[in-house]
């Protein structure tokens, strides 16, 4: 972790330096010696004591699978940043270098399991069975998500930062006090919560830190820190490497490659079987990058230089898992190329399906809003009616 100071400029009234800037991205583009790594940005398998033998099933299909998860989740992700900037979405929020990060995570997860995501966890959506799609109205604005978030056991997406760490924390506790923690490992379930650095700084995030403490709560609290909070860097935000927050809260705390999908699942792994045998909750910090902007109405050029983005271009989750199936494991070009034409077909469909979608009616504002309607909206329905015939019925 670089020294905090190092973004504050001597002169306050003057921008930070260039060379302030990579002072500071070189002392955390490491992510220091706590890091969990088990391949290299060069695609070299190496060994980690205590979480290696978390991962000692995975083999050639295995990583296959997970490289193919991240090829196929990249892609639709690229389509919609291109629908929203020919505006066919009014919004798109890409996940764009973290996708090892969360496919490790979610593939880490069992059926039974939970889990609360923020807004740009289109790959553990991915992992939960639940179509790409279905994540096209929330961007759109003709749903908030079309999925049964208890039948997926995925929770629709949180807009507001860090809210969903208490919807999570209350979850589980739930699930520790209805028995589902520590009995039996065929039946035994945990909570995942994902957000990103810039949440640490909310309030409710600290507060489900403690009432998850509080109450051993089976929750692991899955911080995926891309190194910006919009337009905030982490050296702004804390003055100790993220995952080392949970002492003070008096639970474990771990650093995990984020752009090591073998890393990423074995620390998961870990972390869900510590909640759900009982030894909950869990932070995780996956140290990953944003490589696209925050959101497609951010413009990251205007606070973030071009250096930093070529440095961890070196890192890129993908062509790690490729390089090692290559040289290591001797995969051929006709895997890749198979990826590849499905990832296209893929984003065909996306693109096709999202052009498709009609707009919905203004009287959907009265449908789906309460499990049981009550008088008033029903009067309000009738007086919104009336109005609309008014007008001939037209929209």
Same mark, same amino acid.
């Given at each position: 972790m670089s020294d905090p100071q190092s973004w504050v400029p001597t002169d306050p009234r003057s921008a930070p330096t260039r060379e302030h800037v990579l002072s500071g991205l070189h002392g955390l583009d490491e992510g220091g010696p706590e890091l969990v790594q088990l391949l290299t940005p060069e695609g070299l398998r190496?060994?980690?004591?205590?979480?290696?033998?978390?991962?000692?099933?995975? $083999? /050639? @299909?295995?990583?296959?699978?997970y490289y193919r998860d991240m090829v196929l989740v990249r892609r639709f992700d690229r389509e919609g940043n291109a629908l929203q900037r020919q505006?066919?979405?009014?919004?798109?929020?890409?996940?764009? $270098?973290? @996708? +090892?990060?969360?496919?490790?995570?979610?593939? *880490?997860?069992? &059926? =039974? !399991?939970?889990?609360?995501?923020?807004?740009?966890? %289109?790959? /553990? +959506?991915?992992?939960?069975?639940?179509?790409?799609?279905?994540?096209?109205?929330?961007?759109?604005?003709?749903?908030?998500? &079309?999925?049964?978030?208890?039948?997926?056991?995925? %929770?629709?997406?949180?807009?507001?930062?860090?809210?969903?760490?208490?919807?999570? #924390?209350?979850?589980?506790?739930?699930?520790?006090?209805?028995?589902?923690?520590?009995?039996? &490992?065929? #039946?035994?379930?945990? #909570?995942?919560c994902f957000f990103g650095d810039g949440a640490t700084s909310q309030g409710d995030v600290h507060e489900g830190f403690v009432w998850a403490a509080a109450f051993d709560a089976p929750v692991v609290f899955y911080c995926q820190n891309n190194q910006w909070a919009i337009s905030v860097p982490l050296e702004k935000q804390t003055r100790v490497p993220l995952f080392q927050r949970a002492r003070g809260y008096g639970f474990p705390g771990v650093r995990v490659d984020g752009n090591d999908v073998l890393a990423c699942l074995a620390v998961s792994r870990w972390a869900l079987e510590e909640c759900r045998t009982g030894n909950g909750p869990v932070l995780?910090?996956?140290?990953?990058?944003?490589?696209? *902007?925050? #959101?497609? &109405? !951010?413009?990251?050029s205007?606070?973030?230089?071009? !250096?930093?983005?070529?440095?961890?271009?070196?890192?890129?989750?993908?062509?790690?898992?490729?390089? %090692?199936?290559?040289?290591?494991?001797?995969?051929?070009?006709?895997?890749? !190329?198979?990826?590849?034409? @499905?990832?296209?077909?893929? +984003?065909?469909?996306?693109? +096709?399906?999202?052009?498709?979608?009609?707009?919905?009616?203004?009287? =959907?504002?009265?449908?789906?809003?309460?499990?049981?309607?009550?008088?008033?909206?029903?009067?309000?329905?009738a007086d919104y009616l009336a109005y609309h015939a008014s007008f001939g019925g037209e929209r």
């Amino acid at each position: 972790m670089s020294d905090p100071q190092s973004w504050v400029p001597t002169d306050p009234r003057s921008a930070p330096t260039r060379e302030h800037v990579l002072s500071g991205l070189h002392g955390l583009d490491e992510g220091g010696p706590e890091l969990v790594q088990l391949l290299t940005p060069e695609g070299l398998r190496v060994d980690d004591e205590r979480f290696g033998g978390r991962v000692a099933d995975v $083999g /050639v @299909e295995e990583l296959k699978g997970y490289y193919r998860d991240m090829v196929l989740v990249r892609r639709f992700d690229r389509e919609g940043n291109a629908l929203q900037r020919q505006g066919e979405l009014g919004i798109w929020v890409p996940l764009l $270098g973290q @996708e +090892a990060a969360q496919i490790g995570a979610g593939r *880490a997860l069992t &059926s =039974r !399991d939970m889990v609360f995501p923020s807004y740009r966890e %289109h790959g /553990v +959506a991915w992992c939960r069975g639940i179509d790409p799609t279905a994540l096209l109205g929330i961007f759109r604005g003709t749903d908030h998500g &079309s999925w049964d978030p208890l039948e997926a056991r995925f %929770h629709l997406y949180t807009i507001v930062i860090g809210n969903q760490c208490l919807n999570a #924390t209350g979850y589980a506790m739930g699930q520790k006090f209805e028995g589902r923690v520590g009995g039996d &490992s065929e #039946t035994d379930e945990a #909570t995942m919560c994902f957000f990103g650095d810039g949440a640490t700084s909310q309030g409710d995030v600290h507060e489900g830190f403690v009432w998850a403490a509080a109450f051993d709560a089976p929750v692991v609290f899955y911080c995926q820190n891309n190194q910006w909070a919009i337009s905030v860097p982490l050296e702004k935000q804390t003055r100790v490497p993220l995952f080392q927050r949970a002492r003070g809260y008096g639970f474990p705390g771990v650093r995990v490659d984020g752009n090591d999908v073998l890393a990423c699942l074995a620390v998961s792994r870990w972390a869900l079987e510590e909640c759900r045998t009982g030894n909950g909750p869990v932070l995780v910090e996956a140290f990953t990058y944003r490589m696209d *902007a925050h #959101t497609t &109405s !951010d413009d990251p050029s205007r606070y973030r230089l071009a !250096d930093e983005l070529e440095l961890w271009k070196l890192k890129d989750p993908i062509e790690r898992v490729r390089v %090692h199936l290559v040289r290591e494991l001797g995969v051929g070009s006709e895997f890749f !190329d198979s990826v590849q034409e @499905e990832s296209d077909a893929l +984003a065909a469909r996306f693109r +096709a399906f999202c052009l498709a979608m009609p707009d919905p009616g203004p009287e =959907r504002m009265f449908s789906e809003v309460y499990a049981d309607r009550s008088a008033r909206l029903e009067a309000q329905q009738a007086d919104y009616l009336a109005y609309h015939a008014s007008f001939g019925g037209e929209r």
